[in-house]
């Protein structure tokens, strides 16, 4: 399987405090991005990480990308209630456009 | 912003009956969607890339007889069931992006559940 590794599987923390996401792949990509999926719903986009970037923020968001591992890890600073989803990396792969690999996932509780 | 609408939300039918999901871009054309299914609390596996004016490509393991793709305009892709079965039952999602190159945004429709009963 292509499946990217994600860990934790679950991660529980109180509000205020940062969460860390960590992702692992097997192959080349073009790029990684991070999605967030409410229980039982679709998937939003957080952020895209091209291949040749190794960093990105997007407001609490902060990706690294370290092609060397094949890992990428995803920060969630000052966390709130409202970021209780699950968390998944998707690889763009380069044998195909929009074709995304999906990793595991994690599980993120945060409580007030 | 771009949407990609699912219809319908969740469907419950009869095992041995054909279901169809829709997918439509709606402020968007879309050359290729794709189609994932998810089991409940796993993540999402590709089943195949929708291909707008010929046949779909289906990732290993997936059977193309049993999930029928067809992208009949550059707006909607359907993906139908047929002859259901209960380990059927998933969350299918299909996503869409803008453009034919890599790093433009993937759009996910809402998704849809489907219980085979």
């Known amino acids: 399987s292509q499946q990217g590794e994600e860990d934790p599987q679950a991660l529980s923390i109180q509000e205020g405090e940062n969460a860390t996401m960590n992702c692992s792949y097997k192959?080349?990509?073009?790029?990684l991005q991070w999605y967030r999926q409410n229980s039982g719903r679709g998937l939003v986009h957080l952020i895209l990480?091209?291949?040749?970037?190794r960093e990105k923020h997007s407001g609490r968001l902060r990706v690294t990308l370290d092609t060397s591992k094949k890992s990428s890890s995803l920060l969630i600073t000052a966390s709130r209630a409202a970021d209780t989803a699950s968390y998944f990396c998707?690889?763009?792969?380069?044998?195909?456009?929009?074709?995304?690999?999906f990793g595991t996932g994690t599980r993120l509780l945060v409580s007030p | 912003g771009a949407v990609v609408s699912q219809h319908p939300s969740w469907v419950i039918c009869k095992s041995g009956t054909s279901v169809k999901i829709e997918c439509r871009s709606l402020?968007?054309?879309?050359?290729?969607m794709f189609w994932y299914r998810q089991f409940p609390k796993q993540s999402l596996m590709l089943m195949a890339t929708?291909?707008?004016?010929?046949?779909?490509?289906?990732e290993q393991g997936v059977e193309k007889d049993k999930f029928l793709i067809n992208h009949a305009s550059l707006t909607l892709s359907t993906l139908t069931v047929t002859s259901a079965h209960p380990e059927d039952s998933s969350f299918y999602i299909c996503?869409?992006?803008?453009?034919?190159?890599?790093?433009?945004?993937?759009?996910f429709g809402e998704g849809s559940w489907l219980t085979v009963v």
């Open positions: 929708s291909n707008e004016g010929s046949k779909a490509t289906y």
């Open positions: 990480i091209r291949s040749n970037e």
């Open positions: 998707a690889t763009e792969q380069n044998t195909g456009f929009q074709k995304l690999v």
């Open positions: 996503s869409a992006g803008i453009g034919a190159s890599s790093g433009n945004t993937i759009y």
């Open positions: 192959t080349s990509i073009n790029n």
């Open positions: 402020d968007f054309q879309a050359t290729t």
